[in-house]
């Protein structure tokens, strides 16, 4: 819901500055986009792709809870390769 | 690209057609996202695959969250298979980003024939799966109590019914090359992870399909991340076509239950066959350079 809102109102911010463009915008450049409803519009497809993320960070905690050390252990992995995505993005 | 209210609409539209499809049929929107960004839209290969990735996203957030109240996804499942497909993804995004557009193209053509052919011999539902202790191979520590088994509610049956996924090696590499697939041509992969849960792990399809639909967001992002940091998500297209396929995806889960989904599938599997040769045709003529 929130990216929703993010999206609708980077496009509302774009179309009332006259924007004709639709550059990339890369992860680490975000606060640095040439205009408001850029840099809107991109922090809504970052909080979209955290939300998986942070639902393994849920389980991890959800399964720590219920002691359950392997599970944990199998989260920690997959959220270990989203980090290096990131990282391994960079080059 | 020049930025105008009639083409945010347009690309609003295309979302709504590309969720709405894929909830409709149980194919996902990126099978028919992509080529839609590519050939109507005239958007470079490598922005169509993060653009759909995000998509993918979108989907799995939107319908996720009924998936799990439902209790029918299976996380502990889900996770575990996980560990190979985030692999997979991640290799496939990387290797996406060192090959040209056509190549990706190519690809995506003979990945969108199979699908053809997957949705063609599809069945229209699944019935109620009965389910039974049943003698096999002793589970591997991995299948063991704690592990893989679950329980589930089977409406037709009206009885829960246990299971326990078994054959965990076989279905990691399915989920791998899964993964792979999803990183590289922009789709969710849920149509190799289903099978996989079904066929080699034993997995009720009610199960395997909500798991699945947990599943894909998580790989998508592990691929997103690669292609948002190398730079290629345009959030002004990205947007529109999010928001589109997350009122498709939940609007088309709706009608899915009035809606023979037959002669859709049948329909969307004639117009993949169409694309996959229009693709193939542009590619060879080089076209496809934007």
């Known amino acids: 819901m929130l990216s929703s809102l993010l999206f609708v109102t980077g496009i509302v911010l774009r179309m009332a500055n006259g924007a004709s463009d639709t550059p990339a915008v890369p992860l680490f450049d975000i606060l640095r986009a040439p205009d408001p409803g850029l840099m809107v519009s991109a922090l809504g497809v970052l909080l979209l792709a955290a939300t998986p993320a942070l639902r393994v960070v849920a389980l991890i905690v959800i399964w720590a809870r219920e002691h359950d050390w392997r599970f944990v252990l199998v989260a920690a992995v997959v959220g270990s390769t989203l980090t290096a995505s990131v990282l391994l993005g960079r080059g | 690209m020049v930025l105008t209210p009639a083409w945010l609409a347009a690309l609003f539209i295309a979302g709504v057609f590309a969720g709405g499809l894929g909830a409709i049929v149980g194919i996902g929107g990126g099978v028919v996202l992509v080529p839609l960004l590519v050939l ?34 299976n996380m502990r499942l889900g996770m575990s298979l996980e560990v190979a497909t985030c692999i997979g993804g991640l290799s496939g995004s990387l290797v996406a980003l060192l090959v040209s557009g056509s190549v990706l193209a190519v690809v995506f053509s003979a990945m969108m024939l199979v699908s053809a052919v997957l949705l063609a011999r599809g069945r229209d539902q699944e019935g109620p799966v009965a389910q039974s202790e049943r003698d096999g191979p002793p589970p591997t520590p991995m299948e063991r109590r704690g592990g893989l088994e679950g329980v589930y509610w089977d409406d037709g049956l009206r009885q829960a019914v246990a299971y326990r996924a078994e054959h965990f090696g076989y279905g990691s590499a399915v989920a791998l090359f899964a993964g792979a697939v999803s990183g590289l041509l922009g789709v969710g992969g849920g149509f190799l992870k289903v099978p996989a849960m079904t066929l080699f792990m034993k997995v009720p399809i009610r199960v395997a399909a909500a798991t699945s639909n947990f599943m894909i967001g998580v ?34 889960t709706h009608l899915a239950k009035r809606l023979s989904s037959r002669t859709l599938r049948w329909l969307l599997a004639a117009l993949l066959v169409l694309v996959a040769v229009q693709m193939l045709v542009r590619a060879a003529r080089g076209g496809l350079v934007y």
Not at chain 2, 221 to 249: E, Q, W
């Open chain 2, 40 to 73: 109507v839209f005239h958007v470079h290969m490598h922005t169509a695959i993060s653009t759909s990735l995000v998509a993918v996203v979108a989907t799995s957030t939107a319908a996720g969250g009924t998936y799990v109240g439902s209790g029918l996804a």
């Open chain 2, 219 to 252: 790989t998508a992002v592990a691929s997103l991340f690669v292609y948002f940091v190398r730079g290629t998500v345009h959030p002004t297209l990205v947007a529109p076509i999010a928001l589109g396929v997350t009122a498709g995806a939940l609007s088309g």
